[in-house]
C-alpha cells in the first residue's frame, strides 16, 4: 500500500511518499516514507523533535521524523494503520 501527495505533518502542508507492509513477527503494519524538503519539518527535526501526527484528510496517525536526507527531505515512520487508508 502506497500513498504520494498532499499531507500535513505536524501542522505544517508538505508532499509525502511513503509506503507500508504487514510485519508477521511484530503482527504490526509498519510504514515509511519520505517529506519532500521543507525547512520547517527539518528545523523541526533539527531542533530534536521526533514524534509528530501525520494528517491527510481526515485522518491521523502518528509518526516519527528519522532523519534529513542530502537533499534536504525528510525521513518518516510509523507503526499501525497510516493515514492514508
Known amino acids: ?8 505533518v505536524a501542522g505544517t ?4 511518499h511513503a509506503a507500508g507492509r504487514w510485519e508477521p513477527v511484530d503482527g504490526r503494519y ?11 519539518v527539518a528545523r523541526l527535526l533539527r531542533a530534536g ?3 509528530v501526527e ?6 491521523v ?13 525528510v525521513r518518516i515512520t510509523g507503526v499501525g494503520p497510516p493515514p492514508w487508508v
Open 13 to 16: 502542508p508538505v508532499r509525502l
Open 49 to 51: 523533535r521526533r514524534d
Open 61 to 73: 496517525a502518528p509518526a516519527r521524523l528519522t532523519e534529513v536526507d542530502p537533499w534536504g527531505g
Open 30 to 40: 509498519h510504514w515509511a516514507g519520505r517529506i519532500e524538503p521543507e525547512p520547517r
Open 54 to 59: 501525520v494528517r491527510i484528510g481526515d485522518r
Open 1 to 8: 500500500m502506497t500513498w504520494q501527495g498532499p499531507a500535513e
